[in-house]
């Protein structure tokens, strides 16, 4: 692991993020107080008097729950047992990783679950969605992977939108209004969507080993410019990406109704059954039903295919012109 005697800060979801896990070419360095300290350390203790709140009903081959969660006070104990022990309190993540675990592993544990579920529990929603800044707010496309959320985003950084997030969008609310947080700059590609923006792949770092996407550093050693300042959320789409069998090349854009768009909205967060397990269910329901009622949901279907990115960036864009002029 890394060195635990030199933990350094980053900006990452809009808070500083300090951890002896080693960011630097991942996420920019802050000069700010820490908001959250992230360490790894040996084998938890036992916890006395703890509940357990969520014992997961899916077993891994061995029998054991795939996840387990107990509170102890206003700290969580999340036991993941392939891969580690997590101790969240409101200024503090603790790992306790299973032996053989790599560093790389931690990190995108981090960057994904580990920091959505604790952003969770600070109030602040967390979206799986890539988001751009267009005429001063979000654009966000909702989907998980393979619905092209990401390729979707890197089209428009192409075209010269900054980026604000990729694969995580954390919202948080300001009395009625709702705002997204940036991410920091990098991006997630295949390798093939790697060489059709930047025209080269094989130099970029792999996300994981047994991963085949690449990072993409958005900025001056990268592509496009990236937003390190929360927007406020302007327009979010679902994007559904047609087979490349399917003759249809057409690009068809439907706003999405308010009740729907509350069921998009659950489909596409993060840590669902956690939440409810965790008793906040009801806050967060009544904040999709807010959100829905203020922002823009709209249904996106669009042709497979890196050709046809253009068209459906100007699309996009000439539905989001009708929806401000209304």
Same mark, same amino acid.
């Given at each position: 692991? %890394?060195? /635990?005697?030199?933990?350094?800060?980053?900006?990452?979801? *809009? $808070?500083? @993020?300090?951890?002896? &896990?080693?960011?630097?070419?991942?996420?920019?360095?802050?000069?700010?107080?820490?908001?959250?300290?992230?360490?790894?350390?040996?084998?938890?203790?036992?916890?006395?008097?703890?509940?357990?709140?969520?014992?997961?009903?899916?077993?891994?081959?061995?029998?054991?729950?795939?996840?387990?969660?107990?509170?102890?006070?206003?700290?969580?104990?999340?036991?993941?047992?392939?891969?580690?022990?997590?101790?969240?309190?409101?200024?503090?993540?603790?790992?306790?990783?299973?032996?053989?675990? %790599?560093? /790389?592993?931690?990190?995108?544990?981090?960057?994904?679950? *580990? $920091?959505? @579920?604790?952003?969770? &529990?600070?109030?602040?929603?967390?979206?799986?969605?890539?988001?751009?800044?267009?005429?001063?707010?979000?654009?966000?496309?909702?989907?998980?992977?393979?619905?092209?959320?990401?390729?979707?985003?890197?089209?428009?950084?192409?075209?010269?939108?900054?980026?604000?997030?990729?694969?995580?969008?954390?919202?948080?609310?300001?009395?009625?209004?709702?705002?997204?947080?940036?991410?920091?700059?990098?991006?997630?590609?295949?390798?093939?969507?790697?060489?059709?923006?930047?025209?080269?792949?094989?130099?970029?770092?792999?996300?994981?080993?047994?991963?085949?996407?690449?990072?993409?550093?958005?900025?001056?050693?990268?592509?496009?410019?990236?937003?390190?300042?929360?927007?406020?959320?302007?327009?979010?789409?679902?994007?559904?990406?047609?087979?490349?069998?399917?003759?249809?090349?057409?690009?068809?854009?439907?706003?999405?109704?308010?009740?729907?768009?509350?069921?998009?909205?659950?489909?596409?967060?993060?840590?669902?059954?956690?939440?409810?397990?965790?008793?906040?269910?009801?806050?967060?329901?009544?904040?999709?039903?807010?959100?829905?009622?203020?922002?823009?949901?709209?249904?996106?279907?669009?042709?497979?295919?890196?050709?046809?990115?253009?068209?459906?960036?100007?699309?996009?864009?000439?539905?989001?012109?009708?929806?401000?002029?209304?």
């Amino acid at each position: 692991m %890394s060195d /635990t005697s030199r933990p350094r800060s980053y900006s990452v979801y *809009g $808070l500083v @993020l300090q951890t002896d &896990l080693d960011f630097a070419d991942i996420l920019p360095l802050s000069p700010k107080p820490a908001d959250l300290v992230y360490r790894v350390s040996q084998s938890p203790d036992t916890w006395a008097q703890a509940e357990m709140v969520f014992d997961s009903p899916y077993l891994l081959p061995d029998g054991s729950p795939h996840l387990q969660i107990w509170r102890r006070g206003d700290a969580l104990r999340v036991r993941l047992p392939q891969l580690a022990t997590y101790d969240l309190t409101p200024t503090s993540i603790v790992c306790y990783p299973r032996l053989g675990v %790599s560093e /790389t592993t931690l990190q995108l544990n981090l960057l994904a679950d *580990g $920091l959505a @579920l604790w952003l969770e &529990l600070r109030g602040c929603l967390t979206l799986h969605a890539s988001a751009v800044v267009v005429e001063g707010g979000a654009v966000g496309w909702l989907s998980h992977s393979g619905n092209g959320k990401s390729t979707l985003a890197a089209t428009f950084v192409q075209a010269g939108y900054p980026l604000l997030t990729d694969d995580i969008l954390p919202v948080e609310t300001r009395g009625d209004l709702f705002s997204a947080r940036p991410g920091y700059p990098r991006m997630r590609l295949w390798e093939n969507e790697a060489q059709h923006f930047l025209g080269h792949y094989a130099d970029l770092a792999k996300v994981h080993p047994a991963i085949v996407k690449r990072w993409v550093p958005i900025g001056a050693d990268g592509m496009g410019t990236f937003c390190d300042a929360a927007q406020p959320l302007r327009c979010l789409y679902v994007p559904e990406r047609r087979a490349p069998t399917d003759a249809n090349a057409e690009i068809e854009i439907a706003p999405v109704s308010a009740r729907d768009a509350v069921i998009d909205l659950i489909r596409y967060s993060f840590e669902s059954y956690v939440v409810e397990a965790l008793g906040l269910q009801a806050r967060r329901l009544d904040l999709f039903a807010r959100l829905a009622r203020q922002i823009p949901v709209r249904r996106l279907s669009y042709p497979s295919g890196l050709p046809y990115l253009a068209q459906v960036r100007a699309a996009i864009l000439d539905d989001l012109r009708n929806l401000g002029s209304r």
